[in-house]
């Protein structure tokens, strides 16, 4: 089991930051979603055994949480959101020190900084100082000293803050490469849902305190039958015109001649190739949809607004 | 492969597990300590400070000699010449301005004196580098989200502190002491070597050297502390300059103007904490509590209760200061 809460809360002073969560998690990559105040960062420092819980027992990799801090954090390689650099050091030596503070011998740790680092293509800049680093190899970084270790467990707290698409693809690829084929649990706390979408297949929804859904992506996101997606090749200004005044929803753009749309409830797919033909477009692709997990979660959110605590 | 700066293609090397084992927490105090001062140790400016404490440092060991070659052509103008005839005023006055260079505690506890002054100095700018920087640069989440303690991380900085002070007092005056001790092994073996040789005061040998390693321990244990507090609280380099020169210079000043200018109970010199380090050095080297300038002055017990006093508070201090790093934003 990766992770296993019961009726965890936290307070402090008044304040409510967790209520009762329970989390039952097999290890796998599990995406953390909440908006900002919802408890995500009193979670993930209960999950790393910085805070101990107001109440409720739980377990992270078998390890208590009430009593095994320093075990914990072992077993975890965290990334930090923030930059978190230790100035005037070389990137091998920040990472070589990272592995020292984990525990590591110097040596062990310096030949696996070598290796983590050329194995996320910072190899070149090892020995640059890390305030000549930009902020893609910033984050890369960030992830070499979580997994100098080999930790079986990654805790990552906005990865892809700041980068630019292609490194930001580049990271996704990488984390689901980490989970795929090396086995590691990750736990991704991040406001880009894209970012879960990619890289998770289960995620938990925390808003004001409290879990609001947790369980695979796939299963929670509802199958619906009112969404599609069109491809569509030509002008499709007049086709895009009629359809709105037909009540049809354009929910998505994406500039590339694909559209997410939402149809009335007496809407038939003949009604697509009908009006494609009228305008003088082709429709190159039409494809019933589901909710997608943006949806999911702001449903899920709606669903629950202003909970107020006990 | 142009442009492979900014893309990312992780695919150079296949990812390879590790197995091992883990070291204890306490293992990770050494690595915080060492990364600590190399950092410091490039700074050109803590080697032009060094540099000035061993020039202070070359003044006492080459003065020795200078010492004893006072000695000698003082004997030999004595033979020379007996009473009638005096040409050896001059090297009497020399002997006796180097005196205080003889290996005696009056050798060691100017040595501490002066080069303290340099300490203080080189602490004041070392503090925002060795410790300032992890709360101004937030390396301290980089720290404290490892498996560690904060007490591992504050001992570490102590520790490096502590090599700093060593470095520039302690390490200098064991080689002041062994100077002495190969010159005539008798310094070593006897702790009667000065009141037997009427040369000097106060204990030699052994004594002395646990003396020396006691006066430095408390330098270092003490001013270590202080400066960890200090620059975590200050952080920046100029403001933590003005508050560690009002510690150790307005303080002092103001506890000499209440003592001997306004006549003001001697316990007001309490206020000086480099007073209060002097003072309990000096009782380590042995010094009779009456002897010790400048009078009046408070007891031993009472300099020392200061000292744990602050070192108390600022541990107190360490401890919420650290805990109140959001680690997790």
């Given amino acids: 089991m990766f992770i296993e809460l019961h009726n965890i809360s936290r307070s402090f002073g008044g304040n409510q930051a967790l209520i009762d969560v329970n989390l039952h998690l097999e290890m796998g990559r ?34 208590d949480l009430a009593s095994a801090g320093i075990a914990l954090r072992r077993a975890i390689g965290y990334m930090p959101e923030g930059d978190a650099l230790v100035p005037g050091m070389q990137g091998a030596e920040y990472v070589a020190l990272a592995g020292e503070l984990y525990g590591m011998a110097r040596k062990q740790a310096l030949r696996r900084a070598h290796e983590v680092l050329t194995y996320l293509d910072l190899g070149d800049a090892r020995y640059r100082k890390l305030e000549e680093y930009s902020t893609g190899m910033k984050q890369r970084l960030k992830l070499a000293q979580a997994l100098v270790h080999d930790p079986p467990v990654l805790l990552l707290d906005e990865p892809t803050s700041g980068m630019d698409p292609a490194g930001r693809e580049g990271m996704l690829d990488l984390l689901v490469r980490l989970g795929k084929e090396h086995k590691k649990a990750i736990l991704l706390s991040t406001h880009l849902l894209g970012d879960i979408d990619k890289v998770c297949d289960a995620v938990i929804i925390l808003h004001q305190g409290r879990i609001l859904c947790q369980g695979p992506v796939r299963e929670l996101c509802q199958r619906r039958h009112d969404r599609y997606r069109l491809q569509i090749q030509g002008d499709p200004t007049g086709l895009l015109e009629e359809l709105r005044l037909e009540d049809v929803r354009i929910l998505r753009d994406n500039g590339r001649g694909e559209y997410r749309v939402q149809v009335p409830a007496d809407w038939t797919t003949q009604a697509f190739f009908k009006l494609a033909q009228v305008h003088n477009v082709v429709l190159r692709g039409l494809q019933a949809d589901d909710e997608d997990l943006e949806e999911l979660f702001h449903r899920v959110i709606g669903e629950n607004p202003n909970q107020a605590p006990p | 492969m142009a442009g492979l700066d900014e893309s990312f293609m992780p695919t150079l090397l296949h990812y390879r597990s590790w197995q091992g084992a883990f070291h204890s927490s306490w293992w990770t105090v050494w690595p915080i300590a060492r990364v600590a001062l190399g950092t410091l140790l490039r700074r050109r400016l803590f080697w032009t400070l060094y540099a000035f404490g061993l020039l202070l440092f070359f003044m006492f060991f080459f003065g020795a000699y200078l010492l004893a070659w006072a000695e000698s052509q003082l004997s030999v103008t004595q033979q020379q010449f007996g009473k009638m005839a005096d040409p050896g005023r001059m090297i009497r006055g020399i002997r006796g301005a180097l005196r205080i260079l003889n290996g005696s505690q009056d050798t060691f506890q100017y040595f501490f004196a002066y080069q303290g002054g340099i300490v203080i ?21 980089f720290y404290l989200a490892k498996p560690i303690g904060r007490w591992h991380y504050i001992l570490g900085k102590c520790i490096a502190v502590a090599i700093v002070v060593q470095m520039m007092t302690t390490l200098p005056a064991l080689v002041l002491y062994g100077q002495h001790a190969f010159d005539d092994w008798d310094y070593f073996w006897r702790v009667d ?74 316990r007001w010199r309490l206020i000086d904490l480099w007073n209060n380090l002097t003072l309990l050095g000096q009782g380590c080297l042995g010094y009779p509590w009456e002897d010790i300038n400048p009078k009046p002055h408070p007891e031993f017990w009472e300099a020392g209760l200061v000292l744990l006093g602050v070192t108390a508070v600022c541990l107190i201090y360490l401890n919420f200061r650290t805990r109140s790093v959001e680690i997790v934003r």
């Fill in chain 2, 193 to 266: 070597y000065f009141s037997a040789s009427d040369t000097g005061k106060g204990p030699a040998g052994i004594v002395l050297l646990l003396a020396i390693l006691g006066y430095g321990t408390l330098l270092s244990v003490f001013l270590s502390i202080l400066l960890v507090a200090a620059a975590s609280w200050m952080r920046r380099t100029m403001p933590l300059i003005m508050v560690w020169m009002s510690m150790f210079f307005f303080l002092r000043i103001l506890a000499n103007i209440l003592v001997d200018g306004l006549k003001y109970d001697g």
């Fill in chain 2, 121 to 141: 100095v080189t602490l004041s700018l070392a503090g925002s580098v060795l410790i300032g920087n992890d709360f101004t640069f937030k390396s301290l989440v």
């Fill in chain 1, 30 to 63: 599990v995406g953390l979603l909440g908006p900002n105040g919802a408890g995500k960062s009193t979670l993930i420092k209960i999950l790393l055994g910085i805070l101990a819980p107001s109440s409720g027992t739980g377990r992270v990799l078998d390890h």
